[in-house]
């Protein structure tokens, strides 16, 4: 090889392809020349990608592969975007939980949690950054503006509360939940929320994380 460069390799430039010709001479490849004349082709291409990124939070196609999943299809699909669930505790549980039901495309998310974000909820707690943990953002606000961003179209109320029975049955009143989830850490908010549900005949999902073992049980008033 003589000198930097030998007309017997190519160089790589975005978005270019460029090859040393005999004379010394760059050139287009074949490969750029096609792609160019089929970008002349269709000018109006581009034009439409920013109106159609503006509208994927309302595209029909968004739930497409969820809806094909056996026991979901579109009723089941229908359903979960006119459902709401309640969501008690903003933890590393909750983050979780939140995430994928803003995700799936659940119509409403109401949030509560009385914590504030910490440096060291971020290892876990996924939807809360360091802008959080710098300004001590309330969990449940942190978590509604991440929900915002995942899917513009889940109506999302957060409430920054302890959890008493006065205080949760004043939410659970407002929001009108389908199904309540319990992402606490302590007994005494579990039984309250067990107790809640069974007055209200509400769906209740329990989980429980300790370390990296994990347990969920779905009960329903009068059912299980």
Not at 35 to 51: E, F, G
Not at 68 to 84: F, K, L, T
Not at 123 to 143: G, V
């Amino acid at each position: 090889m003589r000198g930097p460069l030998s007309s017997r390799f190519w160089i790589f430039t975005s978005p270019l392809c460029i090859k040393p010709g005999p004379s010394g001479r760059a050139f287009l490849s074949r490969q750029e020349t096609r792609r160019r004349r089929r970008r002349r082709a269709r000018p109006a291409l581009q034009r439409l990608v920013p109106s159609a990124v503006s509208e994927h939070a309302s595209s029909p196609d968004r739930y497409a592969r969820q809806a094909r999943v056996h026991g979901i299809g579109a009723e089941g699909q229908a359903r979960i975007e006119s459902g709401s669930v309640l969501v008690v505790g903003c933890g590393a549980l909750g983050c979780q939980v939140i995430d994928l039901l803003a995700r799936a495309g659940v119509g409403s998310l109401t949030l509560v949690d009385r914590d504030l974000v910490e440096w060291t909820n971020l290892q876990r707690q996924t939807l809360f950054d360091e802008r959080d943990a710098r300004e001590q953002t309330p969990k449940a606000l942190a978590a509604a503006r991440r929900v915002s961003e995942v899917n513009a179209s889940v109506r999302v109320g957060p409430h920054v509360l302890d959890v008493a029975r006065e205080s949760i049955e004043a939410v659970v009143r407002q929001a009108q939940p389908d199904v309540v989830a319990d992402c606490t850490d302590n007994f005494e908010t579990r039984y309250l929320l067990n107790d809640l549900c069974v007055r209200d005949s509400l769906a209740l999902s329990y989980a429980g994380v300790v370390s990296t073992r994990a347990m969920a049980m779905m009960v329903i008033p009068g059912q299980t």
